[in-house]
Each structure stands twice: as C-alpha cells, then as structure tokens.
C-alpha cells in the first residue's frame, strides 16, 4: 500500500492504494464514482474512459502511481443527471442511449475532442470516437448528440 | 447418425407449459390473430386464456397496480434490457390509469414483488406486460370511478378522471388513493376492459423521454455494477481452460496468503476468490490461475468443418411446414448452401451480480432476463426452498439474449453462501465472458426452390441447428453449478415451438408457396454451449429466404422487389415493401464501380412486427470491404407506444445486424477459444458505420403491439448479402460476409 495523492474531479484526493492498482478500480471502488466502467481490462473497449489533463485515456490500464499531479476528469465532472452538462444534455436530448454501459465512456472521448475542437465535422467524430465500442448499435445517436454540441458555434462543450 | 428422424412433438417446447396457442387482444374487438407461446416455454404457467397479455399468467389485478396513500405503484415482471421498456410500460399504465406519468412508480422484475412473467425475451415485453398493463390499468381505474359514483350515488358515466383525481358532476372531487378504500383490488381481471379510441391517447404514441438515461450520462448508479452495499467483499471466479477439464492440483493456501484475501473457494471445479478490495480480488484471481493444474477437457472442432460436423452429429428432425405437392420440373431453380458462424452476445460489460446470505435468506441482485426461472435454478443449486431465494432485477451492461448474467448470478450465490452475513459482488473478466458465454449457434441450411411462371413453387429448406433456448429450467443450466464436486447436470434441449420457432424461427417464408418441405435437424449435442440471441434463427432463416428470392428473381429476369409483392397478400407487409421501394427510389443504384443494391423483407416469426429494409452500400474491388452508404427501413409493430423508443431499437438493430453480418465469427481451434478479447472477436465500430440510416414507422392505431426490439436482425442480414450480390456479381451464402469465409 502507497499513499497516492489523485487530483480527481478538481479536489485533491489522498488515498491508501496498491500502485499497481488501475486508475478504474480506485474511481469506482475507492472514490465511488460510478461513470467510468469495467469492460475489458485491455483498452480496447473505452468504457472506462477518463481524461487525464486533456487527453482521453482508459482508466482500466493506467496505474494510479503515475498520476500524481495530473488532472483526472470523469463524466461526474460534466454535470449530474438533474444539471446536465452541455453534452450530456445533448445526449438526454438525442436519446443516446440503449443499455447505457459505453455512454460515460463515450461521454468523456468525446468531451477531449470536444475541448480541443470544438466544431468536429461528422467523419471527424467517426475518427476520434472508433476507439469507444457500444454493443446496442446506438452510435448514430451518438454522432448526433457529439455534433449538436460541436455546431453551437460559440458555446463551450 | 441421427438419434431419430420422425417427428416426436412430445419434445417441443410447447407442450411442456400445456398451452397452445393463445388468443391476443389490445382493445376488445381487435381481432385475434396472434400466437404467443415462448413465454410460455420459459416457466410461466396459463391460468386465464381468454385474457390479454400476461394477464393469462398473472389474472390478479393487484399483481400489477397497487394504489395507497404513498401513491400508485405499477408492477411488471418484465426487465430493463436496455430497450426503454420501463418508459413503454409506464406511458401504456399511466395512459389507461389517467394520470401523469410522472404519477406512477414503476417497479421490474422482483421474485418479491412482481408477478411472474418468465423471460423478458423474444420482443415480448410490449406484447405480454404492456398488454396486461394497458388492461389492468383501465379495470382498475373503472372500479375507482365505480367506488366514488356508489358513494355520491350517481351514475359513474358522469364521473370524470384526471391526476389521479375522480370528479363528480357537482363538483365533488377524490383522490384514487381514498376511492381504493373502499375497492378490492384483488379480483381476476374481466376479458374485457373499457375502451378508448386510439385517437384519444395522450400518452401512447408520445415520445417520453426515458427514465433511465439521467442516471445512466452523469455517474448514477445505473447498473448492478454499482451497487456497494456494507461490507460488501469482492469476489473472482477461475475457470478451467475449456469445458471438462478437472483440477489437478491447486495450492489454496499460496493464494489465501495474499494481500487482501478472505477467502479461497474450492468445490470440485469449481474455483472462486474473495477479497476486501477488487483490485486485489483481481489479482488473487490472477494468481490462482497461474497455480491452477487442470487435465483434460472436452475436445474443440476444427472451425473449418463445423458444419459438416453439424449435419453428423446425433439430432432430432422436425417438420417445420410441408405442404402442397412437390413438382419440380421445368422450372428456374435455386440450389445452394447457406452458413453461419457461432457468434457471441458481446456484452460491453462482463456479466456481474451481487448476493447476500443474511438471516437464513438470500438476495440476488441480478442482469438476469428472468428472475423466477433464475431463482428456481438457484434454489436448486443450493438446496434452498425457493421462498429463501430472491432475485431481484437490476440492470447490466446489454445482453441481446442469454449471456453470462445468470451463470454470474449463479457464482454469486455460491460465493455468498461461504460468508453468511456479508454480501459479495462478482463481475466477469473480459476473457471469461468470451470463453464462458453461451454462443448463438453455428448453422446450416440448404435450399432447393423452384420458380415457375413467375410462382413461387416447392420450397425444400433443410436446417441443421443446436439449441436456441438453453435457459435456466434447472439447476445444471447454470454453469457454476456444472463445475461443483457434486455437479448438476443441464436438463435436456428442447427447442421452441412454432409458431415463436428456434433455429427454425422464420424459417416458414411469409410469401404464398406452391408447396414446402421445411425441416429443422436440431442438434442435441452440442460442441460448444449455445442459447438464445436477439433473432435466434431468424437471422440466417431470412437471410437464406431473401437470397433465394432474389436469386431465383435475376434468373428468370424479372424485379426482386416486385416478385415479394406478388407473393403477398396481407395488406400490412405489402406496406412496408412499397414504402421503402419509393423511399430509396427502388432499383435506382450508384453507378460507380463496385455499387450495389439489396432489398429484403420478414415478418417477425410470421406473427409480430413487419419490417422490410434497403441497403446501398459499395464493395472495395481489391479488399472485398463493404461501406454502407445508406439504409433505408420501414417497420410496423402495431400501436406504436413510443416512436423514439422504436426509432432507437431499429436503429440499435441494424447497426448491430450489420455487425454480425459482415464481421463476427468465434475463432477457435483444437487448442481452444481464440475469440478472448475484441481484437480476437473485432465487433462494428464507429468508422464503418452506415453512412445514414432511415427508419419509416407505419403506426397502426389501436391495433395490438406487436414488439419491436428483434424485427430488423434478419432482413439487415438480408439486404446487406443480397446489395453484395447485386455489387459484385457473386452471391455470398457464408456469414458473415467477408471474402475469407466465402469458398475459394
């Protein structure tokens, strides 16, 4: 066990961990965050997708003991379900869902792109979006919602 | 080879319910067309025949609406899968009950508290419980309005309903939770309920947005994933490197010294850790495999001869439909062999549950599709009365059929019972979904059809499939329960009947035949563990059905499109067929290189929703990838209950159509699975997306539901194999549809 300081959410988090413990297990289980989820353990799924200072990473093979002093974001940070975010909103307004599983994950790879270009054309989300699976086939919504919030020109995601 | 080739209708799946086929009504006087008989399969029992829905299984009014002074609770024995279902069936109670939707409590599937309704499966949920729902409600809110006219003593057809509030013609006014008072709510509803026209609903037909997105977008705890209850500990099971392996050896105490551990599990084969911390569960697990020795093990196929090996195992053969006599001279013919390939379920998230054994009961908190049938397996499995054992639905990741949801509900149980008091959650690896899943089956059929004159003549269609419905009916259907030093053995296949069919649903084509001769081989033993999957057979059925009718269409020269009409006579599918025809401009195809059309149409299980479906899509000269440019669908499920709800479930359908068709396939061979991961299981993603996607609803006002969720798996299948053919000139009868899979 480590005292391993994680800055998650904008508040400094100190907590007993294992190093080697995945940047997931100790959102979900030490911090009680449930956005970010268990997929598949390998990167190849996005379900456990966070942001790590800008950059969308997978939380299930990222150990803890490399992230001190780096910004965590997860999808609690965009909003909560009764003060949705831009994007979430966006997503409740297209329905983006089916089971739900993927879309935190998708929620925050797509915030990273959102942040870095904020106004992506459609094959453009297609790109940065290919790395996130959903199962229910509910990707053209997800497209939708992505490019509702990347064609308000002049909002902020 | 084969056991028997004789029918033997003792065996079918009907009949083990004792019910036939029953009767479905909407609104008194709709016509009664429908056959519904999987849910009857799957554990529930028929006590009312002549009521709707699920009412036949569950008469009591108060089995679905209880109203009190803490508000009106509306109950369903059907799941959340992912669907909207919950929204549906609250929008559908809350239309006939007359008050807000907001008004209600809903409450799913709960061996506690709901009543019975077997499996959420088969696009059953708005047929069976929206049914009942749509009844119950109007019965129950009739008896309220009954209850204030007997005490203002006035007519009740004076009386008036909104908000949950009754109001009379002098302006007297009571809640439904003060008329109940005098109301008893446990009474056999009546075959018949009040009406309301169609073109008076506020709430069907509307686009509520869902209950459960909110929660789902901002890090709710959503999922049975993320519960944490008080001390819950952490658990990991260890499997054996394939099925029938025995441990050899296995250094418990090695593994019971690590950071963390609480407990080391073994019975038999069966192998389990148990942790304060997840991480720490992983890693025990990590290690017991590590020490595990395992010998044997059932021996694994060689993929490439899967489906000669299916047609030589030891099988039943069912008679499907033969009718009309055979005449089989002068004719265009079509003769060929169609295949598919074992395909995985996919869940994003592994399969998971939690449990806890406390004051001599235990609480399964489970993704199951069926909490009764679960609970009865589970029971078994741990020598439990039934009454100690409660399941409780809470949602997963989504499962499209039976994934590893009870079999991880199962291994919760067990582990539970180890610690009595403390509560245990189990979530699957990745690997262990992969391996241990049940598949959809491989399959083969092969067709030998015959036009003559622009008819359609004999239809030979010859099936060979394993099961399709292993579902828990007993304890051995659990697999932890396989591995115990005493194992429980699986109770034997059974297919489901038709009308609903197995391997053989949708085998029957919708179009008017000369004659048929349409048999299913159902394979009994089984090289890999297979069970039910959004569609079941539907997906290679249609697709045979619409190759060959296109087939035999460009042979004798004439439009595919127009050949379906001409050989439909209901006025609903015809619809559809002719409302994608004109919306793609029907047979209008790019011109460029490699561009193709397809086009293809089935009822679900010749009973539910229609849906017929164009794709255009391009095929790389070089590589053979397809792109798909642009879909175009139409579907009729009846009384529309949510277009978004539908729109969502079509457009889910076809994403994922296209997913199994042009992708998937379980690699394996003589050393084992290889599909552990998604890179040895590569599913759709975002960039070979179809470019656009059109969905047309044809709402029937009034008419019965019909259920949405599995019309679109087979005719995506089909159109996108027939606008292949149409680009390339070469009919691809081997999903999925990719060059390798196609013989050299």
Known sequence: ?157 | MSESTGLNPSRRAFLRGGALLMAFTLVPMARRALADTEVDTLGTVVLAPDLPGSLRTNPYLDAWIRIGTDGITVYTGKVELGTGVKTALLQIAAERLQVPASALNLLTADTALTPNEGYTAGSHSIFDSGTALFNAAAQVREMLVDSAARRWQVDPAQLTTADAMIEGPAGQRMSYAEAVSNVDVHQYAKAQSPSLPAADFKLIGQSLPRLDIPAKISGGAAFVQDMRLPGMLHARVIRPPRPGCTLEAFDAPAIEALAGVVKVIRDGNYLAVLARDEWQAIKAMRSASEVARWRGGDAIPEAADIHTLLKRLPSRRYPISNNGDVNITGETRFKARVTKQYLMHGSIGPSCAVAWFKDGMLTVWTHTQGVYPLRAGIAEMLRLPPERVRCIHTEGSGCYGHNGADDAAADAALIAMRVPGTPVRVQWMREQENLWEPYSSAMVAEVDVGLANNRLQDWHYELWTTPHNERIVNAGRLLPARLLAQPFTSAPSVPIAQPEGDGDRNAVPLYDLGATRINMNFVTTMPFRTSAMRSLGAHINIFAIEASIDELASKAGVDPVALRLAHLSDPRARAVIERVRDAIDWPHKNSEPGAGIGFAFARYKNIMGYCALAVRLRVHPQTGEVRIEHVVTAVDVGQIVSPDGLRNQVEGGIVQSASWTLYEKVAYDAGGIRSYDWSGYPILRFTQLPKKVDVHLLDQPGEPFLGAAEIVQGPMAAALGNAVANATGRRWLNLPLSRSTQPS
């Open chain 1, 1 to 157: 066990m480590s005292q391993i300081t994680l800055n998650v959410n904008g508040a400094a988090q100190a907590l007993e961990l294992e190093p080697d413990m995945p940047l997931l297990y100790a959102l979900r289980n030490h911090l009680g965050l449930n956005g970010a989820k268990y997929g598949c353990g390998l990167g190849q799924c996005g379900a456990c997708t966070v942001i790590v200072d800008d950059q969308p990473v997978f939380a299930c093979l990222t150990p803890c003991a490399g992230l001190q002093g780096k910004q965590i974001r997860t999808v609690e940070s965009l909003g909560s379900a009764e003060k949705p975010g831009p994007l979430q909103a966006a997503f409740i307004e297209k329905q983006a869902a089916q089971c739900g599983y993927c879309i935190a994950g998708m929620l925050m790879r797509a915030q990273a792109l959102l942040e870095q270009n904020p106004h992506p054309d459609e094959e453009t989300i297609r790109e940065h979006m290919a790395a996130n699976l959903c199962r229910c086939g509910t990707h053209l919504r997800i497209i939708e919602a992505i490019s509702l919030v990347a064609g308000q020109h002049g909002s902020r995601p």
